[in-house]
């Protein structure tokens, strides 16, 4: 019904592919994500009547057409799934960069699936929002992967092949060990980005990126520092877009020497992670910050245990 009060849902930023497991698996991270409040009106349809940014200011860079915009997008399938009545007023606060290789896009279509869910006379459980919240990152990235969406809309570690789709497989992760993730001043375009990869791999290099998938999950499984360390790598995709971000060599060097687990590049990039054993965080974050800097280039970081959580309703609701 028109005039009800909005319902404000919280979705984080993600990693995507987390190096050894492209476009299958994700993790997510604390500390950075989009809000999306929602109400009920009487009139049929989504709107967006607001996009703002973390500073308050209007985000001129994002389309408040309904059908451009991931979180209604997501808002929109759920709410024609359920043949809801009436409509929706939807507004949004970005707090992840655009084109960062964090899932942005993502964690909008999560939020806005999760608003939406909260208004329905009977809500959904969480992990059934799974397909309406990729019909909203489809908008964004092209294509049929989960490995941004899944991590934002149930936290953690998270196994989501297309193969297996809409099952998530939240995998176990190891208390000791964390995330730290740097974004560089910098753009990349997911769907221009996908649109470069090869079309063929050889054998070889899928057996070995396959091996590298299975020793990463089996050290996370079984809290074995040194599988996670000799596991995480990327053959296949990491050297196909490196080179799109200037700092890449420089930062991964850093976090490596700093002590890291791995490091690759968050997505597409520009963003790159690494894991560590939590009592070198600060140092590895520092570390690649400074090389970042020493680039050119601004930046931020956020440090993340491997546990954190997914998306959720603020505002008591």
């Known amino acids: 019904m028109a005039g009800n009060e909005f319902v404000t849902a919280f979705a984080p930023a993600s990693i995507g592919n987390v190096a050894v497991g492209f476009d299958m698996l994700g993790l997510a991270i604390s500390g950075a994500g989009d809000r999306v409040s929602a109400r009920r009106v009487s009139s049929?349809?989504?709107?967006?009547?607001?996009?703002?940014?973390?500073?308050?200011?209007?985000?001129?860079?994002?389309?408040?057409?309904?059908?451009?915009?991931?979180?209604?997008?997501?808002?929109?399938?759920?709410?024609?799934?359920?043949?809801?009545?009436?409509?929706?007023?939807?507004?949004?606060?970005?707090?992840?960069?655009?084109?960062?290789?964090?899932?942005?896009?993502?964690?909008?279509?999560?939020?806005?699936?999760?608003?939406?869910?909260?208004?329905?006379?009977?809500p959904l459980p969480?992990?059934?929002?799974?397909?309406?919240?990729?019909?909203?990152?489809?908008?964004?990235?092209?294509?049929?992967?989960?490995?941004?969406?899944?991590?934002?809309?149930?936290?953690?570690?998270?196994?989501?092949?297309?193969?297996?789709?809409?099952?998530?497989?939240?995998?176990?992760?190891?208390?000791?060990?964390?995330?730290?993730?740097?974004?560089?001043e910098l753009l990349v375009n997911t769907a221009e980005a996908r649109k470069l990869l090869a079309d063929t791999y050889s054998a070889e290099q899928w057996q070995l990126q396959q091996g590298y998938l299975a020793g990463f999950m089996a050290g996370m499984a079984t809290s074995d520092i040194e599988l996670i360390r000799a596991s995480l790598h990327d053959v296949i995709i990491e050297p196909q877009r490196s080179g799109a971000v200037p700092c890449f060599d420089a930062v991964k060097a850093a976090a490596l020497g700093a002590g890291a687990l791995g490091s690759s590049l968050g997505g597409s990039g520009p963003s790159?992670?690494?894991?560590?054993?939590?009592?070198?965080?600060?140092?590895?974050?520092?570390?690649?910050?400074?090389?970042?800097?020493?680039?050119?280039?601004?930046?931020?970081?956020?440090?993340?245990?491997?546990?954190?959580?997914?998306?959720?309703?603020?505002?008591?609701?």
């Open 272 to 317: 790159l992670f690494a894991l560590c054993e939590n009592d070198i965080a600060a140092n590895v974050a520092e570390a690649m910050e400074k090389a970042c800097r020493a680039e050119g280039f601004d930046c931020q970081s956020w440090v993340s245990p491997l546990s954190s959580p997914g998306a959720y309703l603020e505002d008591g609701h």
């Open 126 to 184: 969480i992990e059934k929002l799974l397909p309406y919240a990729l019909e909203g990152e489809k908008v964004a990235s092209g294509g049929l992967h989960a490995d941004n969406v899944a991590p934002s809309l149930i936290g953690g570690l998270v196994l989501c092949p297309r193969a297996l789709l809409p099952r998530m497989i939240s995998l176990p992760t190891h208390d000791g060990v964390c995330s730290v993730i740097l974004h560089p």
């Open 44 to 122: 049929e349809g989504v709107t967006i009547t607001e996009i703002r940014g973390l500073d308050g200011e209007v985000h001129t860079d994002l389309s408040n057409d309904a059908r451009e915009n991931t979180a209604s997008v997501a808002a929109v399938a759920l709410w024609d799934a359920v043949g809801a009545p009436g409509g929706l007023e939807l507004k949004l606060q970005k707090g992840i960069p655009l084109q960062s290789g964090m899932g942005s896009s993502s964690a909008s279509a999560v939020a806005g699936a999760v608003a939406a869910n909260a208004l329905l006379d009977s």
